[in-house]
């Protein structure tokens, strides 16, 4: 352990930790910053974190030094609030000051920290300013405007470190000196839009949410990515009822601070026009008063949820299905691609959950045997299992057959009565990602049209005979499960991890 | 409270006889208002009265009337769809969407514009706001009516060519 003075309050911080990370404990709020990244190496690029060390004739960069015993920092003095400030105005000499149609403003580090540490009046003429390429389109999600880069190299070191594609670098020098793309290469990896989430300033932004809408309007939302197994940890920005773009969420256990861009698209789905909308019997639109659950009348049946499902509907599903079959959906359906970074190529979220309320799945044959042999009703939830043209043939056969879900597909068309049910950004739940950590998630928009959330119809579909809120859903669900010492409605912020798993990472 | 040099009770002036039979009053009250009734009949230049909507009072220059957006050389909108006045609004009477813009020097057009006028507060905090001087309150036109609230919503296409003479 070290202790070191830090605008006079003394800390002790353990041996080998950056002036950067001690000067943040000390202060509570970090140095300024732009090329200093904790998940990234150290480059020392932008200078701003300058403070001045007792003993050193100048001034330091904080997270290129590593603490010694009894070092006396300052962190606040004239000189380094004097440093910073030039240095920043350094970094706007070429600036092109568009704030009003950069995507970034709002959430931009030079607006930040000009108001911060700068708020000095410019002396440069916008008519000696260097011009560089604006707009330019590097990758299927990214954009580059190298006017507005500050060269902090966060990207060049993000391509080269995380995912070890290598595709962006520095090019010419001094005030020439430019971000870009290798020749003949484009920013085209899963990760791509990671270097948008770091980039301090406006110069890599994304195409998809470019222009949509002004960051500060947008309402954030804590959720899980529902796009694979890895249950990333990630925010949906909304406005409106309306999702406009997913950023990752740091946690150390899941995700760190990165998300792939595969799950970053997945809010596309949530406004999609191929959703279910109203309750139907035989194509024809009902209301939910008019519902007639008489498919279900008898004994028996098969239920069929999938591994798109929250935990509770899961739950909620089996205790419907009483004396029938329960089945976890069509095995080995949704997988595919996968890469040694986050994505995993189980492309559900929560096929663990299917282990866990010990619901097994089937193939395609097996499943379309199981339906043309049950007398008793055919309880679809979710997934797609009529992909499976078997399927779809021993669904059409049957005469009593229910599909809940959100989007039109092949079962939804191959079922008797469709009920609309809630998509994951519309709900609430709890799915337990590959390693069983099981993580919750929360309402974050507005159902589309008169859909409903899916453990309401599963409870109403079972007539009085399940609890009437999820908070009592869970407590029965946690009980199920022998999780007597966990509470499902509380969470922990990180998940809760399987037992014997190990935590691993900061905080 | 307490009103300081004033007694503590309103004691009023005795009425002489003359004003306690009320006539003698009416009849000087009749006075002034036949008086007014002669001049505005003699030297009607005088009348404070206007004539409108023949006639029509002037405002200052800086008098707040119906929005216009400002128009580049090329007739397209000075607005690059920055959302500072929809932000700053205190009405949230403007609503904006943004769009790639083909000339990539300017990147940023509003694709639609459009301000409910019935919500708007007319304060100016919009072109304050904007760094492009796209919006301006300057039309000078108060009169603003029609016969349907949807039409009080107006767009893009209608505050470019809102011309300070009223006409379209």
């Avoid at chain 1, 990760?191 to 890599?204: E, K, M, Q, R």
């Avoid at chain 1, 596309?268 to 279900?296: C, F, I, M, S, Y």
């Avoid at chain 2, 019935?118 to 603003?144: H, K, M, Q, S």
């Amino acid at each position: 352990m070290a202790k070191l003075t830090i605008d006079g309050k003394e800390i002790e911080v353990p041996d080998g930790t950056s002036l950067f990370d001690a000067c943040r404990e000390a202060r509570g709020e970090p140095l300024p910053h732009f090329c200093y990244h904790p998940d990234l190496s150290i480059a020392g690029v932008c200078r701003l974190c300058q403070v001045e060390v007792e003993g050193m004739p100048k001034l330091t960069i904080a997270c290129n030094t590593g603490v010694r015993d009894g070092m006396v920092v300052s962190t606040r003095n004239e000189r380094v609030t004097q440093a910073a400030q030039q240095i920043l105005e350094m970094h706007l000499i070429n600036h092109p000051v568009d704030c009003p149609i950069c995507d970034q403003a709002g959430e931009c580090g030079l607006q930040n920290q000009y108001m911060k540490y700068g708020l000095y009046d410019s002396e440069v003429e916008i008519a000696d300013k260097v011009n560089k390429a604006k707009a330019q389109v590097i990758g299927p999600h990214v954009i580059l405007d190298k006017e507005r880069c500050v060269l902090c190299s966060r990207c060049v070191r993000f391509c080269d470190e995380v995912t070890g594609t290598s595709e962006m670098g520095i090019f010419n020098r001094g005030n020439r000196a430019e971000i870009g793309t290798a020749p003949g290469v484009e920013l085209d990896n899963n990760y791509s839009l990671n270097t948008v989430d770091i980039c301090p300033v406006g110069a890599l932004t994304s195409r998809d949410f470019r222009f949509q809408k002004r960051v500060w309007m947008l309402k954030a939302a804590n959720s899980i990515c529902p796009g694979c197994a890895t249950g990333c940890n990630v925010r949906l920005d909304h406005e409106a009822g309306r999702l406009y773009r997913i950023k990752p969420r740091y946690n150390p256990d899941v995700n760190g601070r990165w998300m792939c861009d595969r799950g970053r698209m997945l809010y596309k789905a949530v406004h999609d026009e191929n959703r279910l909308l109203d309750p139907a019997r035989g194509g024809q639109t009902l209301r939910w008063a008019e519902l007639d659950t008489d498919l279900l009348a008898g004994d028996g049946g098969l239920f069929v949820t999938s591994a798109h499902q929250s935990l509770e509907e899961m739950f909620l599903l089996k205790k419907l299905a009483a004396g029938g079959t329960v089945c976890g959906g069509l095995a080995g359906s949704d997988t595919g691609d996968s890469d040694e970074l986050l994505l995993n190529a189980d492309h559900t979220p929560n096929r663990q959950g299917l282990g866990l309320l010990d619901l097994p799945e089937m193939n395609g044959a097996a499943l379309a045997e199981a339906i043309s042999g049950t007398t008793g009703p055919v309880v679809v939830h979710g997934g797609n299992p009529a992909g499976e043209d078997v399927v779809a043939a021993a669904l059409r056969g049957h005469g009593r057959t229910v599909y809940i879900g959100s989007h039109d597909n092949e079962t939804a068309q191959a079922c008797n009565l469709v009920l609309p049910g809630a998509v994951w950004a519309e709900k609430a739940g709890i799915f337990a990602n590959r390693d069983g950590r099981l993580q919750a998630f929360s309402q974050s928009v507005a159902r589309a049209g008169s859909s409903r959330e899916d453990w309401r119809i599963l409870a109403e579909l079972a007539g009085g005979e399940v609890p009437g809120s999820l908070r009592a859903v869970r407590e029965e669900l946690a009980e199920a499960l022998d999780l007597t010492e966990v509470n499902l409605n509380k969470l922990p912020a990180r998940g809760l991890a399987p037992v014997g798993a190990t935590s691993g990472g900061e905080d | 409270m307490s009103f300081e040099g004033l007694p503590a009770k309103a004691t009023g002036k005795k009425m002489t006889f003359l004003e306690s039979i009320y006539l003698v009053e009416i009849v000087r009250g009749l006075g002034v208002t036949i008086s007014h009734l002669v001049k505005n009949i003699f030297a009607t230049e005088a009348m404070p009265t206007m004539q409108y909507p023949e006639e029509k009072r002037v405002y200052s220059d800086r008098f707040r009337g119906r929005h216009h957006l400002m128009q580049r050389e090329d007739g397209t909108p000075r607005c690059v769809a920055c959302q500072m006045c929809s932000t700053y609004c205190p009405a949230d009477c403007i609503t904006i969407e943004g769009a790639e813009h083909p000339d990539p020097s300017i990147e940023k057009y509003p694709a639609s514009f459009e301000i409910d006028l019935l919500r708007c507060v007319f304060c100016g905090l919009c072109e304050e706001a904007c760094p492009c001087d796209a919006i301006r309150l300057d039309t000078g036109i108060y009169e603003i009516a029609a016969d349907d609230r949807a039409k009080f919503v107006v767009d893009k296409e209608f505050l470019l060519h809102n011309k300070s003479d009223g006409t379209r």
